[in-house]
């Protein structure tokens, strides 16, 4: 049985509630600092931002940013973790009270999921932010008569500024009074059936007991027996969950307008269009839209070339001076090798890309954060109807360009189960941040650093068509499954467009800080972790060509050969026959044709793990397979490579952009089918899609390899 409750604990916890847009994020910033941490809620792969807090009073809270949300009706992954955070008294992450999050100038939108929350009778203050917002639209509001009406105090604050933010703290350290009665009479809509409820589950508020009825088969805290009688008190009682909801939504709705109305005054000039909506006109424009979404495209991947360059070259040279200053420092042996051809090759193969990583998720941020990533998502809608997308499919492929396990996870919004698996199938092929560093490693192999009309850099230029190939492939592969799966559903996308801002300079560098971490952190275990195993498979060997090597490699070379040829000769048939070339011999044949040879296949073998890993794979076997005192940077290596077979060098604009090509379809990432398989509840539409993108990238890599060779 369940009974509200509050935690009995040291330290505060508070949850942050709001609609999505209504600066939520920003005053969570502004209340923690740096003291905050990124995580998962438990069993889910829902992001879980929470932070540390100190009070006036000298007391710290914790406080917890929950995913932003309109209702406590779910219909989204992210939106289902508030619901279960807020009903479920004996939840890990339940609030000792609640800060909600409104967006002063649009409250009759903003106020529905404050009204819910409020009549779960917890401990609570309204925050009306941006209230600078509100006064540009000349809005004038009686905060007085509003947190009357409201029964709760209300702070005005100013995210962009901090205003307001300390008032709040104040406001935070002292006991919040409970509202007496219920913003909304819901037990005018059920009376017997929530009576039922609450007698059975020992529950204090008729709207928690109303919740139950209602999300009974969602709510995942209540064991199945639960759920039954739930169901068997709603029958007994003639409850019906969807015309009961609705008539309470209205109904809300109907008493916010009434207070809203009463309360906040516009002036006539404020009701002219606004600068958001003038600026729309040219950015959501037919015509004018999609030149200004593709320039602003090409001047992010330029800006990746072009500003990442030094600080890229400051890392290389200093890993390569420290890889070389530890093979002086440590004894010479099994361990000195492990630590700067294993260890140290593969670390460099993730920090070296921190800078491009660092410019890509700044753009990124500073577009959500001025509000025209909305506008983005917006004009690819367009886009996507004209090749049977459903309108819902857009979010989930725009961020799979960030990644594809949680673009995956957002498609359980689209409501047509043919749509969703539609969108599942073919998100993978958008190119996510972890195809960047081998990207951006070909091209600046390969890419000669030229300009196209004296502005447009040609590696920039590369860079934005492998992103638009991916998008092509995504729309097209989509277009062909609706005719598979003949699907004739109409889906629809609503969405808001949030007002034009100024960004937060401090949350983008917090989101640059956060996502350059995650990715040295995330991809930096799975590539020591493979680099190390790498080196011991390239370091050992179990036949005999490998045990007699030095023999051998005397008898190929001529007599008259230096020591230093010796053992770099002797380095590279050791390599090539060891267990991992012997791995890569195995596949050698079936890649040949696309210009490949067995150290490629290695690393194709590797990146399946992570697509990232192609980097730190080819960093640890050149390291293995080169002369001792060789310092050279993983990109000067490949390029001084040479071919057994041509005696031309290895790694020719055929070769790069064949690789590019594969791995721009190639579904190399372990993680993706296992989200796959998780969401489709079965092995069939992962083990298809394996197959089919593999097969794009294969028949593409040797077209393309031909073409330019």
């Known amino acids: ?47 879980k931002k929470s932070g540390r807090m100190k009070l006036p009073d000298g007391k710290q809270a914790e406080l ?33 009270m609640v800060i909600v999050v409104a967006d002063a100038s649009n409250l009759k939108r903003n106020l529905l999921l404050f009204t819910q929350i409020r009549d779960l009778n917890m401990p609570m203050v309204l925050v009306l932010n941006m209230m600078d917002v509100a006064e540009r639209r000349q809005l004038k509001i009686d905060l007085r008569g509003l947190s009357i009406d409201l029964g709760v105090k209300i702070i005005p604050t100013n995210s962009h500024t901090g205003a307001g933010v300390e008032v709040l703290k104040n406001v935070l350290a002292q006991p919040l009074v409970k509202s007496k009665k219920p913003f909304y009479q819901v037990k005018g809509l059920a009376e017997k059936t929530i009576e039922d409820i609450k007698s059975e589950f020992s529950l204090d508020e008729d709207y ?11 709510l995942k805290f209540l064991p199945e027996s639960e759920k039954e009688r739930i169901e068997t008190i709603k029958k007994e009682n003639g409850f019906y969950d969807v ?33 958001s909506q003038r600026i729309d006109r040219i950015t959501t424009h037919k015509v004018f839209g999609y030149v200004i979404f593709l320039s602003l495209l090409m001047l992010i991947f330029q800006s990746i070339f072009a500003w990442a360059e030094g600080p890229m070259d400051l890392i290389e040279a200093g890993l390569a001076g420290f890889s070389d200053w530890v093979k002086g420092a440590l004894p010479e042996g099994v361990v000195n090798d492990l630590v700067t051809d294993g260890i140290i090759a593969g670390l460099a193969g993730v920090l070296v890309f ?33 090749f049977g997308l459903n309108g819902k499919s857009v979010v989930p492929l725009v961020s799979g360009m960030a990644c594809a396990i949680p673009a995956i996870m957002a498609t359980r919004n689209i409501d047509n189960w043919k749509d969703r698996l539609i969108t599942i199938f073919v998100t993978p092929f958008m190119s996510c941040s972890a195809r960047l560093p081998v990207y951006t490693l070909l091209i600046a192999l390969v890419v000669p650093d030229d300009y196209v009309f004296g502005l447009f850099n040609l590696k920039g230029l590369v860079l ?36 034009y801002k100024v960004p937060q300079w401090k949350n983008v560098g917090l989101t640059i800080f956060e996502k350059s971490k995650t990715f040295v952190v995330e991809a930096g275990k799975v590539i020591i972790a493979i680099s190390i195993l790498l080196w011991v498979l390239a370091s050992y060997g179990f036949s005999d060509n490998f045990k007699n090597a030095e023999s051998n490699v005397r008898q190929e070379l001529p007599t008259n050969a230096s020591e230093e040829e010796y053992n770099i000769a002797l380095n590279a048939y050791k390599l090539e026959h060891s267990l991992a070339g012997s791995f890569g011999k195995v596949i050698e044949p079936a890649i040949e044709p696309l ?11 590797t990146s399946f793990a992570a697509r990232e890993v192609f980097v730190g794979t080819m960093s640890t076997i050149y390291s293995i397979g080169a002369d001792e005192d060789d310092e050279l940077t993983i990109k000067e290596k490949l390029s001084k490579e040479i071919n057994p077979k041509t005696g031309k060098p290895m790694y020719t604009m055929a070769l790069g952009f064949s690789l590019m090509v594969f791995y721009a379809f190639a579904m190399q990432c372990m993680s993706t089918v296992a989200v796959v398989y998780r969401e489709t509840k079965g092995w069939k539409w992962p083990l298809i899609q394996v197959v089919y993108m593999t097969a794009v990238a294969y028949l593409s890599a040797l077209l393309t390899y031909n073409i330019f060779s």
């Open 208 to 218: 928690r007991a109303y919740q139950y009825a209602q999300q009974n088969v969602r």
């Open 243 to 275: 015309p009961t909801q609705s008539q309470e939504t209205l109904g809300r709705y109907a008493l916010i307008s009434d207070i809203v109305d009463r309360n906040i005054k516009q002036s006539t000039e404020g009701n002219k269009a606004t600068l």
């Open 64 to 96: 917890i940013d929950l995913p932003g949300t309109y209702s406590i009706y779910p219909k989204t992954l992210d939106e289902q973790i508030v619901q279960e955070v807020l009903l479920d008294a004996d939840h890990d992450q339940h609030p000792d």
């Open 1 to 47: 049985m369940k009974k509200f409750k509050m935690s009995i604990k040291n330290d505060l916890k508070i949850a942050l509630v709001g609609n999505p847009n209504s600066g939520k994020s920003t005053l969570f910033n502004l209340l923690t600092g740096l003291k905050q941490k990124t995580g998962n809620f438990p069993g889910v792969t829902v992001d």
């Open 464 to 499: 934005t068509a492998l992103y638009l190939l991916g998008f092509f492939a995504a729309i097209l592969s989509a277009w062909a499954m609706k005719f598979i799966l003949k699907t004739k559903h109409k889906g629809y996308f609503i969405m808001e467009l949030p007002g």
């Open 595 to 605: 210009g490949y040879d067995w150290k490629i296949g290695i690393a194709l073998i």
């Open 354 to 386: 921190i800078p491009q990583i660092a410019i890509l998720f700044g753009f990124i941020s500073l577009l959500e954060e001025s509000g025209y990533m909305s506008r983005a998502v917006f004009l690819m809608d367009r886009v996507m109807r004209n």
